[in-house]
């Protein structure tokens, strides 16, 4: 996948598909540190230590509509070549968390695209997902809770045109805010 945007849907997908009811997704990029760091954490239905260590094998897959699952190996593939590394961690009935770990500066890591239709996809996708959304840059950090907006809209759906148009603005205004002010919405 040529955007980090696109495995963080995906990754945020296979939570909802698990089962979650919770989901909650990091993204911290640490400029001194030279490393950016993607983290998904759900409450989904796990999975047993046997398939943990499966998951990584593109032709293993939990999935009955398709027989190949190239998610995590994309993503692993993707940490490796950019001098990261992917952490899978889960129990079943307690959830999982993924971790996928590049080093910021590196030629090959890729943009992390476009979070703000990444975000609305997921939020107005999932409107009953408890869906929480941080990301930092150095000294900077966002934090969205789809709760908090539900609770601010009573009986008006995410789907409102209105609240689109918000939506989008407040993802915009907020992501770029991260890292000084405008900036295009390919991260």
């Not at 959830?95 to 500066?105: D, Q």
């Not at 590196?106 to 929480?132: A, Q, S, Y």
């Not at 407040?170 to 890292?179: G, I, K």
Request: glycine share 10%; proline share 4%.
């Amino acid at each position: 996948m040529r955007e980090l945007s696109l495995h963080i849907l995906d990754l945020v997908q296979n939570s909802v598909e698990a089962g979650a009811g919770r989901v909650e997704l990091g993204v911290a990029e640490d400029l001194k540190q030279d490393t950016l760091t993607i983290r998904v954490t759900d409450d989904g239905r796990g999975m047993s230590e046997e398939t943990r260590r499966k998951v990584l094998d593109p032709f293993v897959t939990t999935r009955t509509t398709r027989r190949v699952g190239l998610g995590l190996p994309l993503i692993d593939m993707s940490t490796q070549r950019c001098g990261g590394y992917l952490i899978v961690q889960s129990q079943p009935g307690k959830g999982t968390v993924v971790e996928a770990v590049y080093r910021h500066s590196h030629l090959d890591r890729p943009p992390l695209g476009n979070m703000v239709e990444t975000l609305k996809t997921i939020m107005v996708g999932n409107p009953k997902l408890d869906f929480c959304y941080e990301h930092r840059v150095n000294g900077n950090h966002f934090i969205i809770r789809l709760s908090d907006i539900r609770e601010a809209l009573g009986n008006v759906p995410l789907t409102h045109p209105d609240v689109l148009v918000w939506l989008h603005d407040y993802l915009t205004t907020n992501l770029a805010n991260l890292y000084g002010g405008a900036q295009d919405e390919n991260g």
